[in-house]
Structure formats: C-alpha cells, structure tokens
C-alpha cells in the first residue's frame, strides 16, 4: 500500500498528461518542500509534485505568498529534487519573478529548471500573461497555468475569495483558460471557483486542469500536503481542506514522550550507548585514568570538562 509507484512505475511527463486527460484517468497532486516528504509523496505514486509558494505560509512562516523569494523557490526546489524520481515536478514562479517582462520571467524560470531541477514552472494570471507563457514555451520551459483564485494577488483581491461567481468573472475565467491553453501552458491549476464553473473551464480546454478548491469536476485534484497531514497552523481551514491525519498532535505527543524519557533517565539505555571496548577499559584502568574528577582538577588549564 505504502510503494503505490512500484504498481505504477512509468515516468509522468508533460506529454504523458495530455494523454491521461484523453483516456479521462484522474490524475494527484500534492507539494512538497523538501527531501523528506518529497520521497514519500512520490514512492506513495502521486503523478505531479509542485513546489508551491504556498512554501512561504506552511514552511517559513510568512503570513502570504508575496513575500516568497526566488532564491527561497531554487532552494526548496533542488531539495524536493533530489527526493522525486516518477512523479513531473513543478515548481512554483515566486511574486516579483515574472511581473517585469519576459526576459526577467525566462531568466527566473531557467533557475528553476536548471538549478532547482524542476521539469515545469507555474505562473498565476490568465490572459495577461499568456505573452510570457507564450515566450517561456518558445525557450523550451513547460509552462502551468494557475487561474481562479491567485494568492499571489492578494493585495488586489483584499482576501481569499470564491472566484468565478458572476456571469463576468465566468466568462473572463473562459477566456483567461483557453488564452493560456493557446499560448502554450500543458496543464491548468483552477483555485476555490464553484464546481460547475471548474467542469465549464476543464470542458473547454484540452489540457489537463487541476483544480484545488474547485470542485470533482477537474482532471486532476491538488492540496497542500501540510493540510492533508494536519500541520497546518493557517487560523481557518478553507471548506475544500480534506484533513487526512492530525500529524501535529503525533508530533507533540512523539516529543512529550521523548521529554519525559529524558527527563525521567530513561533514555537513553544502555542499548542507546557506545560501550567502551574492553581493552581500553582496562588500559584505562592500568593507568589509573578512571578518575575524570580528579584528572580536571589536576589540568585546570586545558579547558576540558
Ligand atoms: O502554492 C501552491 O501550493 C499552489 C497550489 C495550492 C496550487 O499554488
């Protein structure tokens, strides 16, 4: 149960979704920010790893997303890296990286690829930023959309709001779609729009829509891998948050015991130790260097305790 890749051990790529999306298969996603849980994210057999910004809220502490750094993205990604083998990874264009053109947007995006080893970046915005998808397409860098609900537009949205919900906003969300699927993005995160909605926009376009907060109707489904775990410390959970296990109340129960251990004398054992081996015990002895008190008092002045 725990090796679900060993079942199934093909490699995802960005051609190979297009195809999952034709034969209607239902494809997982999840993030993850470091070795660790990359590892076990991708051994589970979860098809698309994103190192999301969301980095900045469930790792470093920020209260957004804008704050994320680009040397933050590399980092993070080169470690998740290292722990993906079958899983397409994805990696997340901070705020600020793409904003000032595209030149500054396909210089960011190569750091990601060629530093951090993601295999695809994402970018947040629909039709305004198709020319930069467009052009980081054209430089060979695999391109995700993310439409809906953009965190990274916080400022201007004044929250974290349902999106989609006029007849406008529907029809601008069509259009922002099928602008980025023409520009050349492979796959499309939909974030908190109504179900029906997501079903409209992943209808109308060919390649695959992820979608997060977004109803049963995408190709794929995406959380962040601290709200499955229940290691969240966000003050709300939004409504679409599936809470698989509560990890932080394992952890906190995992280090009280280790605490009283400790405290108590019972850790560490002996079986926990490094016996000395016997025949320095006995050099020891013979050398009447048993006495670590009194060899302290003896050198004062060598500084050892
Ligand atoms: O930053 C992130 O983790 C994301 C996903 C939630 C889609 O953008």
């Not at 209607?24 to 076990?40: K, N, Q, S």
């Not at 050349?184 to 939909?190: D, E, H, I, M, S």
């Not at 959380?223 to 109340?249: K, W």
């Amino acid at each position: 149960m725990a090796y679900l890749k060993q079942q199934r051990p093909e490699k995802v790529t960005v051609p190979s979704l297009r195809e999952s999306k034709a034969r209607g298969e239902r494809l997982v996603c999840l993030t993850a920010y470091d070795y660790p849980t990359a590892r076990v994210v991708d051994e589970a057999g979860t098809d698309l790893i994103l190192v999301g910004d969301s980095l900045g809220n469930v790792v470093l502490g920020y209260d957004s997303t804008v704050p994320v750094t680009l040397d933050e993205m590399v980092m993070h990604t080169r470690a998740v890296r290292r722990g993906v083998e079958r899983a397409l990874l994805v990696a997340d264009m901070p705020y600020g990286s793409y904003h000032t053109g595209a030149d500054d947007a396909v210089r960011a995006a190569l750091r990601l690829i060629k530093e951090g080893g993601a295999e695809a970046v994402k970018l947040e915005g629909g039709k305004a930023r198709a020319p930069i998808v467009k052009r980081l397409v054209e430089e060979e860098i695999p391109v995700m959309g993310h439409i809906g609900l953009t965190p990274q537009s916080l400022h201007r949205l004044g929250g974290y709001r349902l999106q989609g919900k006029t007849v406008d906003a529907v029809r601008a969300l069509l259009n922002d779609a099928r602008a980025l699927e023409e520009a050349g993005a492979f796959a499309l995160v939909l974030e908190v729009v109504p179900r029906e909605i997501a079903k409209l926009v992943t209808e109308s376009v060919k390649i695959p829509t992820i979608g997060i907060g977004a109803g049963d109707g995408c190709d794929a489904q995406v959380l962040v891998i601290h709200d499955l775990l229940g290691l969240s410390f966000s003050r709300t959970r939004p409504r679409f948050v599936r809470q698989y296990m509560d990890l932080r109340e394992l952890m906190t129960d995992a280090i009280n015991r280790y605490a009283e251990d400790v405290r108590s004398g019972a850790y560490p054992t002996e079986a926990e130790s490094y016996p000395l081996p016997a025949e320095t015990a006995a050099e020891l002895e013979a050398a009447a260097i048993g006495d670590v008190d009194a060899a302290t008092e003896a050198e004062p002045e060598s500084g050892r305790t």
